[in-house]
């Protein structure tokens, strides 16, 4: 299994099993760990959590585990280990720290882990549960946009299952799903994009964009650095790069549309002209429990849609000019190698600056512009610790031209 598009097939609908998964949540105090974590209340006889993990958030992760029973639990900053351990029933096993994280996704018992923890933090996790035979539901995006081969190509090896919780990626999943024809049967991957909450804002306006402003998403509720990634669209940059690692496209049929309603997810173009698009309301338990309970299809409590209601959908072009981040992901796809590493390296730091009022809205993606016009991409031929000298590298960077 090279890709998602070479599992795509009926033959797994018939060969299911039904069975009750374990699943492991790296990062379940999160804005895609909560929501797992509704899939878990309304599917139980389907989705039993095992293990979970987060970064700091001490009495989140204490209730979370007490109300789903979980034995094994993980918090990254260490420094707060026994204030969680005092919450915990005795009993509980409490980890911390990247090995940890480790543990928990190799964990005896688990059938998948669910990986929804920002940056690079979930990338050897996510190579450990690999080797250990997991399933992956993959959330973390920088994941595959770092190292998109290593991990497909390891997956692939070991027959283990990559499934997109990204609901763009999902819904793509879900449109190759019966499809034999292979990569060169499609024509073009079509992203959606909401366009954010500056969709229609004109190109002078947006220097002067305020944090508030762009935490204020006109569709999705998700945490902080997702917000402002989709304000400037360098969230679907990601996607792009993501996909194509994802299905094996080739980063020039990777494509995006505005698509403000956020009804249609995403869309798949064969070469003979149909394009099969998968439509749900606007909420990422949709995504979650279909990684989950593939190759099978359960009901739940989630509102349907009611197309008589929605009457029209609406489409636009993005404004590549103005929102420079769809471009650059483009170039650092096609350059490949550490590119896209670097990509996301000098965005996570630009977006920090912003964050701090260190830097203008516009100034994210001038600073990403500047960091890869240095850039000097090598083929890392599956040596992670290329990709993550790189990343560095261009972490530093994007810090001295902001704060020379």
Not at 344 to 356: L, S, T
Not at 377 to 386: F, S, T
Request: net charge negative; aromatic share 6%; glycine share 8%.
């Amino acid at each position: 299994m090279c890709s998602c598009l070479q599992n795509a097939c009926f033959d797994s609908i018939v060969n299911s099993d039904m069975k009750r998964k374990k699943v492991v949540i790296l990062g379940s105090t999160g804005s895609i760990g909560t929501s797992a974590l509704k899939v878990a209340r309304d599917i139980p006889e389907r989705m039993e959590v095992v293990g979970l993990a987060a970064h700091s958030s001490v009495d989140v992760l204490a209730a979370q585990a007490i109300e789903f029973g979980v034995k094994d639990v993980c918090l990254f900053d260490s420094s707060r280990a026994a204030e969680l351990q005092r919450l915990l029933p005795a009993g509980t096993r409490v980890l911390t720290g990247l090995d940890g994280l480790c543990e928990l996704a190799t964990m005896k018992g688990a059938d998948m882990v669910l990986v929804s923890i920002i940056g690079t933090a979930g990338l050897k996790p996510t190579l450990q549960a690999i080797e250990a035979g997991k399933d992956l539901a993959i959330a973390s995006k920088e994941i595959l946009v770092m190292a998109g081969e290593v991990v497909m190509n390891r997956a692939a090896a070991k027959g283990v299952n990559v499934l997109p919780v990204d609901s763009e990626h999902n819904a793509i999943y879900q449109c190759l799903q019966g499809h034999k024809g292979g990569a060169e049967q499609v024509s073009r991957l079509i992203l959606t994009a909401s366009g954010g909450p500056f969709r229609t804002t004109p190109r002078e306006k947006l220097a002067e964009v305020t944090l508030e402003q762009a935490l204020n998403h006109p569709t999705w509720k998700m945490g902080r650095k997702i917000t402002i990634d989709s304000a400037t669209l360098f969230n679907k940059g990601l996607e792009m790069i993501e996909a194509r690692w994802l299905f094996g496209i080739p980063m020039e049929r990777v494509d995006v549309i505005v698509h403000p309603q956020s009804i249609v997810h995403s869309l798949v173009e064969y070469r003979d002209g149909s394009i099969l698009a998968q439509l749900s309301s606007s909420d990422m338990c949709f995504p979650i429990q279909y990684a989950v309970t593939w190759p099978d299809r359960l009901e739940n409590s989630l509102k349907k849609l009611d197309l008589a209601q929605i009457a029209a959908l609406k489409f636009e072009a993005p404004r590549w000019d103005d929102f420079p981040a769809l471009n650059l992901a483009r170039q650092s796809g096609l350059v490949g190698g550490t590119m896209p590493a670097m990509f996301n390296a000098a965005n996570e730091v630009a977006v920090q600056a912003f964050v701090d009022g260190k830097l203008g809205f516009t100034g994210i993606w001038e600073t990403v512009e500047k960091v890869l016009s240095q850039a000097r991409p090598r083929d890392y031929k599956g040596q992670l610790d290329m990709i993550l000298e790189d990343d560095s590298w261009a972490r530093e960077e994007a810090h001295r031209i902001i704060y020379r």
